[in-house]
C-alpha cells in the first residue's frame, strides 16, 4: 500500500484545513488508516483513526471536536478535516495504514510522506 498525504499550508488560528490521504491497491477498504503528526522538537503524536469502512473512528482528545476523519474507498481516499485550528496543531502530518483499527503508531505498517501544517497566530 502506498499513501500520499497532502493538503497542507499556512493558515491562520482558527482557520481551516483539509488534508487528504490518497492510496493505491485494490484491498484499500481492509485497511484502518491513521493520522498522526509530529511537531518540531516533539515526539510523533496520534491524531485520529478510521476503520475500513469509516464505521469505527477515534480522535486524540487534544483534536476533538475539531478535526473530522472521513474515508471514500470509491475513490481510495482518507480526508482529515482540519477546523478551528490552533498554533499547537502546527506539525507534519503523516498518514499510515494498518490491518489493525488502532491509535498506536507501531501498528501502521505503510506510511505517507508528511504534509506541513502551519498555523499562525
Known amino acids: 500500500v502506498q499513501l500520499q498525504a497532502s493538503g497542507g499550508g499556512l493558515v491562520q488560528a482558527g482557520g481551516s484545513l483539509r488534508l487528504s490521504c490518497a492510496t493505491s491497491?485494490?484491498?484499500?477498504?481492509?485497511?484502518?488508516v491513521g493520522w498522526f503528526r509530529q511537531a518540531p522538537g516533539k515526539e510523533r503524536e496520534f491524531v485520529a483513526s478510521i476503520d475500513g469502512s469509516g464505521t469505527t473512528i477515534v480522535y486524540a482528545t487534544s483534536v476533538k471536536g475539531r478535526f473530522t476523519i472521513s474515508r471514500d474507498n470509491a475513490k481510495n481516499t482518507v480526508y482529515l478535516q482540519l477546523n478551528s485550528l490552533k498554533p499547537d496543531d502546527t506539525a507534519v502530518y503523516h498518514c499510515?495504514?494498518?490491518?489493525?483499527?488502532?491509535?498506536?503508531?507501531?501498528?501502521?505498517?505503510?506510511w505517507g510522506q508528511g504534509t506541513e501544517v502551519t498555523v499562525s497566530s
Open positions: 499510515a495504514a494498518s490491518g489493525i483499527f488502532s491509535r498506536d503508531a507501531v501498528k501502521y505498517d505503510f
Open positions: 491497491g485494490r484491498t484499500f477498504s481492509s485497511y484502518a
